[in-house]
């Protein structure tokens, strides 16, 4: 086969690996052993066996390096985050290990209140290096994009504020970034004892001067009994889908609402938690082609002991992600591999599933289809694991495994490429 001209050389090549390519070949993983990785202005042009290069790894990229047999997947995608806040609530975590519960802290003007006194305070630069920290957490871990939902401001200039860090964060780290609006997340100060008419000012002022400034790539809420009902909601998304914004869902964690099947009404992107998802939530989902977003994070910490419904997502095909939920009161978790590794072990998930969950699935669930696979074409964002196989990633508790941390061709993290 004839060797690209110099002209047309790829940015860089790596051999000697074992891909998780996450594509549907009938193989677990997608897996290809003894392979090799190109890439070129920041995609793939090159997933596959080394026999199958099209030339000699020289002539194809001045850049060849070897990963000595270790194990490469797509860059994990973090699908559901509440990274930007001020402060934090470890008091809260002390509270719930002497007796009180999630409920009891929030009717008692703490959690998510507690966070937005503190998020409100601080002006956008310390907003930005209180959250940076955590987003180099999860980058180090692996992870080349991340969604970050507001919900913390429940203000005009507190969200806006919210989702302009979010957005520098992703340029500052050289990420991708998918910022989400989450005003629906609890009732403000200012707005106590008027819960519709705090829906309404979201409805009317917030969502769209949020939709205005481009600053919302898709607009969650919090279907509870402790935050919004299901009209509620219902109310937000109508308006969310009038401005042209896709929407999410905070469904079913601590009681049965029917979250998973609103979120399916309005062609949600995902339903988050569904720990008392029904089956007919898990039908509605199926229907609509919605993601089940897994947060064995929150579970956790929260002692909860009402399992997703993960027998009947399986039987219907729906597609599962797993994320962090990083967030400052039910789940401060820094890695997505832990949670991938508690997904297996608390929710029986299969290490393929824990990791389609962390790629192609979470990229699903986000509304991106350019990422969480490696394939020509796709960005060009890839984790290099101190790992032989994909299983080790989900079967380690902790621990540094990421070798290098590749963000559309560009090293954003590890060790870099020997030159």
């Keep these: 086969m004839q060797e690209n001209p110099s002209n047309s050389r790829w940015d860089g090549l790596l051999i000697d690996c074992h891909l998780a390519t996450m594509n549907e070949t009938g193989t677990p993983f997608g897996a290809i052993r003894n392979a090799a990785l190109g890439w ?10 080394m026999s199958a290069l099209p030339g000699k790894p020289g002539a194809l990229s001045a850049h060849v390096q070897s990963a000595a047999g270790a194990c490469i997947t ?32 929030a009717r008692a003007g703490g959690g998510i209140v507690s966070t937005l006194k503190a998020t409100r305070e601080l002006d956008e630069a310390a907003l930005l290096a209180e959250s940076l920290p955590r987003a180099r ?7 080349t994009t991340i ?30 970034v998918r910022t989400t609006f989450l005003g629906a997340h609890a009732l403000p100060p200012e707005f106590a004892g008027r819960q519709d008419e705090y829906v309404a000012h979201i409805c009317d002022v917030l969502l769209p001067e949020v939709a205005r400034s481009g600053l919302a790539d898709a607009v969650d809420a919090f279907c509870e009994t402790i935050a919004f009902t299901p009209a509620q909601t219902r109310q937000v998304f109508r308006q969310a889908r009038a401005l042209g914004l896709p929407v999410k869902l905070h469904a079913d964690q601590l009681s049965d609402l029917g979250g998973a099947a609103l979120s399916a009404e309005f062609g949600g992107l995902s339903a988050d938690h569904i720990e008392h998802t029904s ?16 947060l064995p994070g929150a579970y956790y910490a929260l002692r909860d002991t009402t399992l997703p419904p993960i027998a009947a997502l399986r039987e219907h095909g729906v597609a599962m992600a797993v994320a962090t939920d990083l967030n400052p009161g039910t789940s401060p978790l ?30 699903r669930a986000l509304g991106i289809n350019d990422r969480g696979r490696l394939a020509c074409g796709m960005r060009a964002d890839f984790t290099i694991w101190d790992a032989a196989a994909p299983a080790d990633l989900c079967y380690w508790i902790g621990g540094t495994l990421a070798r290098s941390v590749i963000s559309a061709g560009v090293i954003v993290a590890g060790q870099a490429f020997e030159q």
């Design 40 to 49: 070129k202005d920041g995609r793939i042009v090159f997933a596959g066996a």
């Design 74 to 105: 797509p860059g994990l995608v973090d699908c559901h985050t509440h990274l930007v806040f001020g402060g934090n609530r470890a008091d809260e975590f002390d509270q719930r290990l002497n007796g009180a519960s999630y409920q009891d802290i």
């Design 137 to 143: 957490a999860l980058l180090a871990d692996g992870v």
């Design 147 to 176: 969604e970050i939902k507001s919900g913390y401001g429940l203000d005009l200039p507190s969200e806006m504020k919210m989702l302009r860090v979010a957005r520098t964060l992703g340029s500052t780290l050289g990420i991708g």
């Design 279 to 294: 089956a007919a939530g898990v039908r509605a989902m199926a229907k609509a082609g919605t993601v089940a977003v897994l």
């Design 334 to 363: 820094l890695s997505l591999r832990l949670a991938m590794n508690m997904a297996c072990t608390l929710f029986r998930l299969t290490p393929e599933e824990a990791l389609r969950g962390t790629t192609v699935n979470a990229a």
